[in-house]
T-cell receptor, first 115, second 114 residues
């Protein structure tokens, strides 16, 4: 059973471009979470999605950032008009459900560099 | 704000010795979950151990155990018989009872001295 897949692993964008980060959850997992890790910091929650629904986006910046988890295909985190402060590692996690027995499994992350 | 604080940015321990990493947190909830995650140089987040706040018994996973003090809002990680492969960043985290949204501390970098 493959783990959580994220691509690309590294992404370089110039200021003003768009970044699209993809996350394929583990097989059978319908819950997806996105976290951002700035250099030398812990992960910060951004958004929690279930299939076709955003459940909690309290950690998502109000502008330029959006996330989706369609019925078919991977979850996408989209950052429009990137700025240097968006440079970070973006981690996706997935779980079978909620509750302590449902561990969040993390992907390897996408490192975004904005030049 | 519901915060998680790790006051030790760096720790080191001799191989085969025991080390304890500290974590305190702030919450207004009575039920919640606590976690320790390991992030080796590969940056992959790996769950080490987890604790349900309503359980008084401290969780144990092989060489890893926790000291959970609910009243003090403290959740320390003890690593026994430290091994070279334990070298990593360790993050303490908490989540609401539904385990949907993890709040992480800033991490402790653990170095193992051969």
């Amino acid at each position: 059973n493959a783990g959580v897949m994220q691509n690309p692993r590294h992404l370089v964008r110039r200021r003003g471009q768009e970044a699209r980060l993809r996350c394929s959850p583990m097989k059978g997992h319908s819950h997806v979470y996105w976290y951002r890790q700035l250099p030398e910091e812990g992960l910060k929650f951004m958004v929690y999605l279930q299939k076709e629904n955003i459940i909690d986006e309290s950690g998502m910046p109000k502008e330029r950032f959006s996330a989706e988890f369609p019925k078919e295909g991977p979850s996408i985190l989209r950052i429009q008009q990137v700025v240097r402060g968006d440079s970070a590692a973006y981690f996706c996690a997935s779980s079978l459900g909620t509750g302590l027995t449902y561990e969040q499994y993390f992907g390897p992350g996408t490192r975004l560099t904005v030049t | 704000a519901q915060t998680v604080t790790q006051s030790q940015p760096e720790m080191s321990v001799q191989e085969a010795e025991t080390v304890t990493l500290s974590c305190t947190y702030d919450t207004s909830e009575s039920d919640y979950y606590l976690f320790w995650y390991k992030q080796p140089p590969s940056r992959q987040m790996i769950l080490v151990i987890r604790q349900e706040a309503y359980k008084q018994q401290n969780a144990t996973e092989n060489r890893f155990s926790v000291n959970f003090q609910k009243a003090a809002k403290s959740f320390s990680l003890k690593i026994s018989d430290s091994q070279l492969g334990d070298a990593a960043m360790y993050f303490c985290a908490r989540s609401p009872f539904g385990n949907e949204k993890l709040t992480f501390g800033t991490g402790t970098r653990l170095t193992i001295i051969p």
